[in-house]
């Protein structure tokens, strides 16, 4: 038996909404979707990846991805958006300082997202997303707004704290749920007792009449394989 520690680190933007003078800030995302309404999306995550056995350090990952994409609702139902038009200007990962676009990046993806079933991306000339691409893109479209097609909790709802947060305030999501989001294959053997996270809301700022929140996070994973 062998145990890893895994140190990850990320910062991302949320959607923010200034709940009082105290100015706390809800970062749950809620939204009535509105047919035609056009939102540009801005997402940059860094992560960092430290994996130690014995006290040993066995690898290391410094990985950045950018994406920036504008969103046009074209169908809504039920409450829920269920066809839907991104427009991606950005889709960048750096990997050992290299930056490499990938291949959603200059074009038009049409989302359909029908209640029960997992949501479907094709691009707008006809072309399938290549199989290298698909988690990019699941990543800048994100899961159903209002609806989890496959039942699991979206990795945004888990980060995110359930009351308004201030600014330079941290919190800590549940550890396993997250754990099973990001690692799905190694969920069950990570320790809860040792493994921990820290999620920092650092800032807010405002763009193009929204406001948004920089989230910064910390996660150290104990597992035992």
Do not use: N
Not at 9 to 36: E, I, M, W
């Amino acid at each position: 038996m062998k145990t890893l520690m895994m140190v990850l680190v990320g910062a991302c933007l949320v959607s923010a909404r200034a709940q009082d003078s105290a100015k706390t800030h809800d970062l749950t995302r809620k939204f009535k979707p509105v047919q035609g309404h056009k939102t540009v999306h801005s997402k940059t995550e860094s992560m960092k990846m430290s994996v130690k056995a014995g006290g040993q350090q066995v690898m290391a990952m410094d990985d950045v991805k950018s994406s920036v994409a504008e969103e046009e609702i074209l169908k809504v139902e039920g409450g829920r958006v269920v066809e839907g038009r991104w427009s991606v200007s950005k889709a960048v990962k750096t990997s050992a300082g290299q930056p490499v676009p990938l291949g959603v990046q200059g074009k038009v993806l049409l989302v359909s997202s029908e209640k029960g079933k997992p949501q479907a991306f094709k691009f707008e000339d006809g072309g399938a997303v290549a199989d290298g691409d698909h988690e990019m893109v699941e990543e800048i479209v994100g899961k159903t707004k209002g609806d989890e097609a496959d039942g699991k909790p979206t990795f945004e709802k888990l980060v995110v704290p359930k009351t308004p947060v201030k600014a330079g305030e941290t919190w800590s999501p549940e550890i396993k749920s997250l754990a099973a989001a990001m690692f799905p294959e190694m969920a069950d053997a990570v320790d809860a007792e040792k493994s921990k996270v820290v999620i920092t809301l650092k800032s807010v700022e405002t763009r193009a009449g929204a406001d948004y929140g920089r989230i910064d996070g910390v996660m150290e994973l104990w597992i035992t394989q």
